[in-house]
């Protein structure tokens, strides 16, 4: 079984910074995609930010230039390194792992998913 645990969130003034965490645990054969989705109240879960196991990122155009994706694939862990911050960032943040686990009849892969951080950001 694969966990995601995510720290880091928490209540930050507007301009200010946090970074978030999440570490991927279990039997793990490789990590493909990782990234962060948020979702505040009433609106759809959407992607933040994405990175392959090679670096190659992507961002949501409303946090192109103020947030960073970055990851060690040694300790299976994602960051988002969250700058400028806006009170319309507040929202859960949810990180989510592409990984393939080693199974007797061949590997499985899936997508797994965090327990989600609080991020509230005041004006």
């Known amino acids: 079984q694969v966990q995601l645990v995510e720290s880091g969130g928490g209540l930050a003034q507007a301009g200010g910074s946090l970074r978030l965490s999440c570490a991927a645990s279990g039997i793990i054969f490789s990590i493909n995609a990782m990234g962060w989705y948020r979702q505040a109240p009433g609106k759809q879960r959407e992607l933040v930010a994405g990175i392959t196991p090679g670096g190659s990122t992507n961002y949501a155009d409303s946090v192109k230039g103020r947030f960073t994706i970055s990851r060690d694939n040694a300790k299976n862990t994602v960051y988002l390194q969250m700058n400028s911050l806006k009170p319309e960032d507040t929202a859960v943040y949810y990180c989510?792992?592409?990984?393939?686990?080693?199974?007797?009849?061949?590997?499985?892969?899936?997508?797994?998913w965090g327990q989600g951080t609080q991020v509230t950001v005041s004006s």
């Open positions: 989510y792992a592409d990984v393939t686990t080693p199974h007797y009849m061949g590997n499985i892969r899936r997508d797994y």
